[in-house]
């Protein structure tokens, strides 16, 4: 295994305004490359980085989802970010970031899970065969192994191989414990949108069009009461809208960071 840390730095040096990006399960600060060069974010200082434990970095001995939103608290601290980006299982890290209290600034959710019976089919069953002695590891070793295939459908041509290279490098056995702990957190709230309206946080939660994680017509309807949440659509765009639509994505980021008199 490697460094706790894998960082990415980009934009003003002097910005008035630093947003802290967090990578989704599996990915590393490589999928937010496209969003951190878009014009849209150039007046931003921007640091991306990949949650400990994914991408060969170490992971640490407790990997609940609260402490993972303790972790990347201290590290929005320490890094100056007043704002916070999060991507899939890094915008749940994010939501429980505010929900905690650990962080006070606007949040833009990419493609975030509320409850369990949103998130995708395939890693429902990966996680339930994870914990079959015998079965559990053989898994998700070859889930790791085929994942390169099977998600360049998903990703802009020029980007596919890299992109695809990074989750397929990622330790089964450290991707097992992690989301295992993530199915934890997700069974602890039948939804997790009270969560993020009862932060009391700026937050937008976007999605692509055709996102294959799920949401309720009671969680649609939650998130349209809070006065603070504001829902967004991104066309033409699935799971994965921040490499497949990183204009878009990056312009709501810029909307976000600056919306707010914090």
């Known amino acids: ?3 706790r840390w894998e960082v990415r730095r980009a934009g003003a040096t002097n910005a008035p305004h630093r947003v802290l990006m967090i990578p989704g399960g599996l990915c590393t ?10 014009p849209a974010v150039a007046g931003l200082g921007m640091v991306a980085a990949t949650q400990p434990g994914f991408g060969r ?11 993972y939103a303790r972790l990347m608290a201290d590290f929005a601290a320490d890094a100056g970010c007043d ?13 429980e970031m505010a929900a905690q209290g650990l ?15 949103d998130e995708a089919r395939f890693l429902t069953v990966l996680n339930a065969l994870g914990r079959v002695p015998g079965i559990g590891a053989a898994a998700w070793t070859a889930m790791i192994a085929l994942l390169p295939r099977s998600v360049k459908r998903e990703m802009p041509p020029h980007r596919a191989e890299a ?10 056995a450290v991707c097992r414990r992690i989301v295992r702990g993530y199915y934890a957190y997700l069974d602890r709230y039948p939804s997790l949108v009270p969560r993020l309206c009862g932060s009391g946080v700026p937050a937008w939660v976007v999605r692509g069009d055709r996102d294959g994680i799920g949401l309720t017509a009671e969680e649609r309807q939650g998130l349209g009461a809070c006065p603070r949440v504001r829902m967004v659509t991104v ?14 994505v990056a ?5 976000a960071a600056t919306a707010s008199v914090r």
């Open 1 to 3: 295994m490697g460094e």
């Open 29 to 38: 600060t490589e999928f937010y490359a496209d969003v951190m060069a878009e």
């Open 57 to 67: 970095t170490e992971a640490p001995e407790d990997v609940s989802m609260e402490h």
């Open 83 to 95: 704002a916070v980006v999060g991507h899939s299982l890094g915008a749940n890290v994010a939501l």
């Open 103 to 117: 962080f006070k600034g606007p949040l833009v959710l990419l493609s975030p899970t509320f409850s369990r019976g």
């Open 163 to 172: 992109l695809a290279a990074v989750m397929g490098g990622n330790d089964p």
């Open 235 to 248: 066309p033409d765009a699935g799971h994965l809208l921040l490499v497949e639509q990183p204009a878009a």
């Open 251 to 255: 312009e709501i980021i810029a909307e």
